[in-house]
């Protein structure tokens, strides 16, 4: 069982960054991908980035946010970050973290993933 957590949610003018925090309980959380979702108002939730556990650390983005995003983990720590820079008003949405053990065909997919978190808000805006 893992219980995530995330922080670290706001309101950043277009262009800004934010910095995501997912906190997870249990010992095992090296063996899980941990990978964040957003849902924007009145859409369906989308997959934004993973990185996948057990030393391997791939990581996974969508095209979307390639190149602004990035996701790390510490182990250690049992936490995983999310980088968000260079933030539009279309990235502004509910994030949320996730944990699983996903076959590579639906690490971009939610059912690739048994735990969640209650997600924090991103508002991108002037």
């Known amino acids: 069982q893992v219980q995530l957590i995330e922080s670290g949610g706001g309101l950043v003018q277009p262009g800004g960054s934010l910095r995501l925090s997912c906190s997870a309980s249990g010992r095992t959380f090296s063996r899980y991908t941990v990978a964040w979702f957003r849902q924007a108002p009145g859409k369906e939730r989308e997959f934004v980035g993973a990185?996948?556990?057990?030393?391997?650390?791939?990581?996974h983005y969508a095209d979307s946010v390639k190149g602004r995003f990035t996701i790390s983990r510490d182990n250690a720590k049992n936490t995983a970050t999310l980088q968000m820079n260079s933030l539009n008003p279309e990235d502004t949405a509910l994030y949320y973290c996730a944990a699983g053990q996903p076959i590579l065909s639906v690490v971009r997919s939610e059912t690739g993933y048994n735990y969640w978190g209650q997600g924090t808000q991103v508002t991108v805006s002037s």
């Open positions: 990185v996948r556990g057990s030393g391997g650390n791939t990581y």
